[in-house]
T-cell receptor, first 112, second 113 residues
Framework: DQQVKQNSPSLSVQEGRISILNCDYTNSMFDYFLWYKKYPAEGPTFLIS?????DKNEDGRFTVFLNKSAKHLSLHIVPSQPGDSAVYFC???????????FGKGTKLSVIP | ETGVTQTPRHLVMGMTNKKSLKCEQHLGHNAMYWYKQSAKKPLELMFVYSLEERVENNSVPSRFSPECPNSSHLFLHLHTLQPEDSALYLCASSQTGQTRRYTFGSGTRLTVV
């Protein structure tokens, strides 16, 4: 049973517009959430994270929102750029755990 | 050189072969991980080493054998694999007790024929 779900395998967005990537989780013990970005033929790279004590974290064009009651988080990219085209993975972990649990990823295509 | 380096980048092996994947990190991290990424599946954690001791083994078949000789190096020894083991194998490292961010290598694309 998947504990971290990214229900949209792909998303296309026009350059300059907002990209919203969604992620749902089922494990109430998760207290830290991360987004990774992956280009073809490269490993995932860390993008942004959020602790469960917050509901928003912002870093430049990237903002992650956390809704604990809904067990839902989202990544907003504003404005979207062609270089943002990649696969985005949502990941979660709990206190004292070494393990990051990943979603299947969402492939974002930003159209010039 | 910095970051996490994996070799080889691509590997094709027969089901009776023995091969090893290598991972090296130059970040001073004290935990290292092997993940498997199969098509249309999430990244699956295989093994975790913390301070050179294996702390997690997620029900991985014995044909995969990890080795962590020191905090900078991690190996995955492969023996009598099956075609369904074909996948991208990713190594990662992190510093326990601080951030839970992993730094990943570029992966080894393994094809079992």
């Amino acid at each position: 049973d998947q504990q971290v779900k990214q229900n949209s395998p792909s998303l296309s967005v026009q350059e300059g517009r907002i990209s919203i990537l969604n992620c749902d989780y089922t494990n109430s013990m998760f207290d830290y959430f991360l987004w990774y970005k992956k280009y073809p033929a490269e490993g995932p790279t860390f993008l942004i994270s959020i602790s469960s004590i917050k509901d928003k974290n912002e870093d430049g064009r990237f903002t992650v929102f956390l809704n604990k009651s809904a067990k839902h988080l989202s990544l907003h990219i504003v404005p979207s750029q062609p270089g943002d085209s990649a696969v985005y993975f949502c990941a979660a972990t709990g206190a004292g755990s070494y393990q990051l649990t990943f979603g299947k990823g969402t492939k974002l295509s930003v159209i010039p | 050189e910095t970051g996490v380096t994996q070799t080889p980048r691509h590997l094709v092996m027969g089901m009776t072969n023995k091969k090893s994947l290598k991972c090296e990190q130059h970040l001073g991290h004290n935990a290292m991980y092997w993940y498997k990424q199969s098509a249309k599946k999430p990244l699956e954690l295989m093994f975790v080493y913390s301070l050179e001791e294996r702390v997690e083994n997620n029900s991985v078949p014995s044909r995969f054998s990890p080795e962590c000789p020191n905090s900078s190096h991690l190996f995955l020894h492969l023996h009598t694999l099956q075609p369904e083991d074909s996948a991208l194998y990713l190594c990662a490292s992190s510093q326990t007790g601080q951030t839970r961010r992993y730094t990943f290598g570029s992966g080894t694309r393994l094809t079992v024929v």
